[in-house]
């Protein structure tokens, strides 16, 4: 059985910064994209962030770019987020995902892929 499981979500001041981790068990995506959506309250599942296997090509959305980082840990099956001048608008659920490549993820329907359970991400004003 495939799963993913983020953690490093929590409450933070705005300007304040947040590092989440997915890992994933079942099965290795080393030759598959990782990435990272979030869904605000009332809103749509959005794409943040996503990273290929090799070489390491990111996508980003408009709204995180400068901001936020990707990366990916092969050899322990795990991607992570590097949230930096977070923003109330961060405000959200992140979802880890992975499968397929990067630039498809950027579209990736919720019905495709592996997906995480999320973890809350609040930014006080």
């Known amino acids: 059985q495939v799963q993913l499981v983020e953690s490093g979500g929590g409450l933070v001041q705005a300007g304040g910064s947040l590092r989440l981790s997915c890992t994933a068990s079942?099965?290795?995506?080393?030759?598959?994209?990782m990435g990272w959506f979030r869904q605000a309250p009332g809103r749509e599942r959005e794409f943040v962030a996503a990273?290929?296997?090799?070489?390491?090509?990111?996508y980003y959305a408009d709204s995180v770019k400068g901001r936020f980082t990707i990366s990916r840990e092969n050899a322990k099956n795990a991607v992570y987020l590097q949230m930096n001048s977070l923003k109330p608008e961060d405000t959200a659920v992140y979802y880890c995902?992975?499968?397929?490549?990067?630039?498809?993820?950027?579209?990736?329907?919720?019905?495709?892929?592996?997906w995480g359970q999320g973890t809350q991400v609040t930014v006080s004003s």
């Open positions: 995902a992975a499968g397929g490549t990067a630039q498809a993820m950027r579209v990736m329907s919720p019905s495709k892929g592996y």
């Open positions: 079942g099965r290795t995506f080393t030759t598959s994209a």
């Open positions: 990273i290929s296997w090799r070489p390491d090509i990111t």
